[in-house]
């Protein structure tokens, strides 16, 4: 955590964590403001969750803070961003009539960004994001139109031809099915990336990622130095 | 301004100014061009205003320019850009029947684009851009549907969390109408912000964008260093 | 080339260039992934090559691979990109009945582009990027709707006001056709560009992008240091 952290002295600040991501909650928001924003349902109590670079990442954490409270998930938006690279920042809002229950969430989705970050790999040339979850939740739901309750696994690669190749290899690894099909002209905001989601029985779709993995980092690694990974990979052989 | 920026002898270049800022005047553009480009009338003196950072800046001091002289605003876009931050950059058109009165326009935008980079924040999480005018003119008209004549204010942050509770707050701290709503899927170029506008009285309209300015700096610290400036804050308290 | 380059001991890799270019082919790519892709039509054996910056002169250069080759052109997708410069990346899928002919492609393609890159050229501020070919092909043709056969041109400037100047001069230059015009708004993937696209006889053509090039080397300089050549240009006076 950023070490100005601990002076934000605003009541609405929640918490930082890695790759620039911020949470907040807004206990009572102008009324006039949410008229305004295109959500689907009007909550006393929003939570907004950001982050400069990294999204499935963070997606994966609010899915795990929205199946463990009592909250919903109510928009999920990708910016262009990645601070330089060629992906998608994220930008996630969540409701309830509660605002401990937004703030609690809130908060153990930045804990875990600090894990579901491990699966984010950089080098000068590009990056790599691979994300898991043995059970979709509602914002895995939201965000990538997966099937609830099944496994759940994405993989990208920028330059795109990486993410290209290495959604392919995840495919013929495994009997998974897949979600959906993202490129630059299909499902993002512009970046450079292929990004591919994945759906099945849970070692069936690990399985699959972490071919991805493989290859994606040699294929990085081609065009520059190792990839350095965000925090700790998570991801592991069963 | 640039060091070499001296030494353009081209007869159509009129000056630079901070983030990237570059004013150009063509005083007799190609037909085939200008059938080409999406404009909403000809004019046969075209003036062009662009910058890899800040936006409503330079539309601030486009707008100022505008009144003061004997021009048109043409259009205004927002590149996704901003060098790496969230934000957008600007490319701003004007039009006039005379050569001296669009060179004069461009080259009084660019010496207000110093006042006005004055409420861009950057650190090296994110970035913060206020923007506040006494009366909104055409060129704030064309570019944010703000009404005339009236105070306008706009306020972003990034990661777009921090612009989302700095509008809330900003709404909250004076009785002010809000204009717009801008986020990564409506109005952007797929930015990592939330923008919102106002209008109303003009002390209404400072105060508000005073609040958001305060909250913003917090929060932005709380992701990194503190915000630098770019230039010399220009809003103060009455 | 990168160092670690020769390293990449999957099968699918071809190599690298500059610019983060990255070639690789798929030889029997999975059924469903194809499905996904918005293709028009399925091949055996596909060819991705993706850069994060540039884009003209990786076109130019499948173009000249395609000509050579019996591969089709697939797709030719444009991601805001450009590792925090105001253009695009590239991502190009090539399809055959023979991996080898791709494979040739994709590596003709990954040399020429050492060469097209020679006329994109950065400084600290922005950049600018020209294109030529004598006899647009395949590619060419897929990613600018320029008449095959003929000489093809094309240039570009960031900031946008840059990009619309030199193509102004451009068209001035010499008699020439204006394929497509695009900016922000127009065309592009919300870059911070004016780009231009020209028709015409080789030497017109040329001249054109002679008269670009050489009045945007001193709009950029305006803005800050001498841009520097990624590569060596390649274009010269006759």
């Known amino acids: 955590m950023p070490m100005d952290a601990a002076n934000c002295a605003l009541p609405e600040f929640v918490g930082t964590a890695v790759l620039d991501t911020i949470g907040l909650v807004l206990p009572s928001i102008d009324r006039t403001l949410l008229d305004h ?24 954490a609010v899915d795990d803070a929205v199946k463990a409270t009592n909250t919903d998930i109510l928009s999920v938006m990708l910016p262009r961003d990645s601070k330089g690279w060629g992906g998608h920042g994220v930008h996630i809002l969540l409701g309830s009539d509660s605002v401990a229950d937004v703030r609690y969430a809130i908060q153990m ?43 759940f696994g994405l993989m990208t690669g920028s330059p795109a031809s990486i993410g290209l190749l290495i959604s392919d290899l995840a495919l013929k690894a495994a009997s998974v099915d897949l979600v959906r099909y993202y490129d630059t002209d299909h499902g993002t905001s512009h970046t450079n990336e292929v990004i591919v989601t994945l759906s099945g ?23 520059g130095e190792a990839p350095r990974c965000v925090t700790t990979p998570f991801l592991t052989e069963d």
Chains 1, 2, 3 share one sequence.
């Open 37 to 60: 924003m295109p959500l689907p349902r009007q909550y006393p109590a929003i939570g907004s969750l950001s982050s400069r670079s990294g999204a499935a990442g963070q997606i994966v």
């Open 109 to 151: 989705a930045l804990d875990l960004t600090e894990k579901y970050a491990g699966e984010v790999y950089l080098n000068s040339a590009g990056h790599l994001e691979f994300a898991y979850s043995p059970s979709a939740g509602p914002a895995i739901q939201a965000a990538f139109h997966a099937p609830l309750g099944r496994a």
């Open 201 to 223: 029985d849970a070692s069936d779709v690990k399985r699959s990622v972490l071919a991805a993995r493989s290859a994606g980092l040699q294929l990085l690694s081609s065009l």
